[in-house]
């Protein structure tokens, strides 16, 4: 019994994605900028925590989470007096990550991300 608990426990550790590292994103904006920038993460069971850089700066990740090959984490960016929560979320796969973003009522942004050494 403990080696079928054992296997089973590898198993389900095994399947799951490892997004620790850093992450190179390229994406078009919504009027067509293509923009990049990295994503440097670090997953510690199922929480997730990192930084996004840009053009626009540094921000720390906020209430980010691992499920499985799924993540999804929060960026707070600060301009102009204001405060925009950015909402990510995506599926690691491989080498490979496809995230959508999020920001308040415009339509969410296809992000693809490999990652980096």
């Given at each position: 019994?403990?080696?079928v608990v054992s296997i089973?426990?590898?198993?389900?550790?095994?399947?799951?994605?490892?997004?620790?590292?850093?992450?190179?994103?390229?994406?078009?904006?919504?009027?067509?900028?293509?923009?990049?920038?990295?994503?440097?993460l670090k997953a510690e069971?199922?929480?997730?925590?990192?930084?996004?850089?840009?053009?626009?700066?540094?921000?720390?990740?906020?209430?980010?989470?691992?499920?499985?090959?799924?993540?999804?984490?929060?960026?707070?960016?600060?301009?102009?007096n204001d405060e925009i929560?950015?909402?990510?979320?995506?599926?690691?796969?491989?080498?490979?990550?496809?995230?959508?973003?999020?920001?308040?009522?415009?339509?969410?942004?296809?992000?693809?991300?490999?990652?980096?050494?």
């Amino acid at each position: 019994m403990k080696c079928v608990v054992s296997i089973l426990l590898f198993t389900g550790l095994a399947s799951a994605a490892d997004p620790s590292g850093v992450w190179n994103l390229a994406y078009a904006t919504g009027n067509g900028h293509q923009r990049e920038s990295k994503l440097d993460l670090k997953a510690e069971g199922d929480r997730l925590e990192g930084t996004l850089s840009s053009e626009r700066g540094t921000a720390r990740i906020e209430s980010g989470k691992i499920n499985g090959d799924e993540i999804a984490f929060d960026v707070v960016r600060k301009s102009n007096n204001d405060e925009i929560t950015v909402h990510f979320k995506g599926k690691v796969e491989g080498g490979m990550m496809k995230l959508s973003m999020q920001y308040g009522q415009r339509a969410p942004v296809t992000i693809t991300a490999t990652k980096g050494l």
